[in-house]
């Protein structure tokens, strides 16, 4: 689905990403997980063409990215990010049918899009009226889900899409969000700095350090064929993390 051929990214002095080759493959969730200021925000930016590499190239199906279809391949993700990105101004309602109505669908089209999407994310139809403001923090990350989800894009991209939830909701949100990845079978890419969501949500674990992958795998080959000492330091650091995922 997705192949990152030799990324590199740097800001100045500071080499955010180095020559990175990556697969992600399809109908798979994917977690990039490591320390903050790793690069892993940044590769998620880097396929969905928000910050262009100065070396290597993002494949997505097969096309190479660039200027000029970078729209067009656009279309195909769906992105959520930590605070939801929603816009104040826009009722939820607003918010997740703001591409849609840009796209001329009918409004027929986006009221059945948006019952199916109130239904999969357990989003309350009557808080469709309501701002962002007026809804709470998991509700906010909903409607971000349903957003990012109502052009049923072939990939979803998600950024510490529950880091700033507090325990309860975000092991709610957790359960849910496994749910529907598992019924749509899409294509997830997953940012994250804790080791438990990664080992919950990851078909493949992608560790990152300094902008170079150290390993890649399920939780088990991290925890027990670790590549490079940092990888065991990591996953200790965060071991009381990984107790809801079983004994690795």
């Known amino acids: 689905m997705i192949n990152l051929l030799n990324i590199s990214k740097d800001y100045g002095e500071n080499h955010a990403v180095k020559s990175i080759d990556l697969t992600i493959e399809t109908a798979k969730t994917t977690v ?24 290597g190239e993002v494949h997505i199906e097969g096309d190479t990215l660039t200027s000029d279809n970078l729209i067009l391949l656009r279309r195909k993700m769906g ?20 591409m849609a ?8 089209r986006i009221q ?6 109130c239904d999969l994310t357990k989003f309350p139809k009557d808080a469709l009226t309501r701002y962002p403001i007026q809804i709470s923090g998991g509700q906010r ?3 971000s889900l349903m957003r990012a989800l109502m052009l049923d894009p072939d990939m979803l991209l998600l950024d510490e899409p529950l880091g700033a939830l507090d325990p309860l909701i975000r092991s709610e949100l957790q359960n849910d969000l496994k749910e529907i990845f598992s019924s749509l079978c899409k294509t997830v890419v997953m940012v994250t700095h804790d080791i438990g969501e990664a080992a ?16 890649e795998g399920k939780i088990y080959d991290l925890a027990k064929k670790p590549a490079d000492p940092f990888v065991t330091t990591f996953i200790n650091a965060q071991r009381t993390h990984l107790e809801s995922v079983g004994d690795i």
Do not use: H, M
């Not at 992105?79 to 703001?98: H, K």
């Not at 059945?112 to 999407?117: A, F, G, S, T, V």
């Not at 919950?200 to 390993?215: M, N, P, R, T, Y």
């Open 79 to 98: 992105y959520v990010i930590q605070e939801g990105g929603l816009f104040p101004n826009l009722t939820a309602q607003g918010n997740v049918s703001l």
């Open 200 to 215: 919950f949500f990851g078909d493949k674990i992608v560790l990152i350090k300094e902008g170079s992958i150290i390993q």
């Open 112 to 117: 059945k899009r948006i019952d199916e999407l």
């Open 141 to 143: 990350q909903r409607l």
């Open 32 to 55: 990039l997980i490591g320390p903050s200021g790793c690069g892993k925000s940044t590769i998620l930016r880097i396929i969905i063409g928000l910050i262009t590499p100065e070396r």
């Open 101 to 108: 109505s840009y796209l001329d669908w009918d409004k027929k």
